[in-house]
Every structure is written in C-alpha cells, then in structure tokens.
C-alpha cells in the first residue's frame, strides 16, 4: 500500500509563492491520477488540481494560471506550484492517489495566506 507525505506548507503573505512536495513510499509510476486537494474551515474538500500518468492535468477555476502541478515519477513524488497565492487559498491541502481499487491520501499541510 502506497502512503502518502505531504511538505511545504506554511504561511506566506499575499501574492507570495509556495511549492508543496507529495512523497509517496512506493512507485507512483502506474498511479493514474495523482492529485491535490485542500479543506478551508467550515468548508468541505474541494479538488485543486490533478495529473494523470499521461502528465495530463486538470485544474480548479479558482487556480487556473497561478498553480501548476507536475510529477516526477523517478522520485515518487508530486508537486504543487503555487504562485500569486490569496487569503482563499488558505486551507489544508492533501495529497491524493487514485487508480483501480487503490485510493491513498496524505495527512495534509496547512497553507496559511496572510492579507
């Protein structure tokens, strides 16, 4: 069973930049779709972005054009590039990966953007 870490977070100030590392404990070569998601107080998980095997991604509207995610399957690992960050994007933001009968999730990193 492939777990998940997640690192990177912290607290940065509006319009700053922050990256998010996911380490995964096995090879996340054949993990379809690899993904991020984030958990504001009082709000439910909401996706932010994803990345198929394929490198094709998908991205929430709310973070078109200021995030990118990659993977680098040699390291087993999953980024999150977040840049021009906002006060809404705080939240706790987990690392998800998803295949046929196999869904893992990290135990989250706390992103705080300060006004």
């Known amino acids: 069973q492939v777990q998940l870490v997640e690192s990177g977070g912290g607290l940065v100030q509006n319009g700053g930049s922050l990256r998010l590392s996911c380490a995964a404990s096995?090879?996340?070569?054949?993990?379809?779709?690899m993904g991020w998601y984030r958990q504001a107080p009082g709000k439910e998980r909401e996706l932010v972005a994803t990345?198929?095997?394929?490198?094709?991604?998908n991205y929430a509207d709310s973070v078109k054009g200021r995030f990118t995610i990659s993977r680098d399957n040699a390291r087993n690992t999953v980024y999150l590039q977040m840049n021009s960050l906002k006060p809404e994007d705080t939240a706790v933001y987990f690392c998800m990966g998803d295949d046929v009968g196999f869904q893992a999730w990290g135990q989250g990193t706390q992103v705080t953007v300060s006004s």
């Open positions: 096995g090879s996340i070569f054949t993990i379809h779709i």
């Open positions: 990345i198929t095997s394929g490198s094709s991604t």
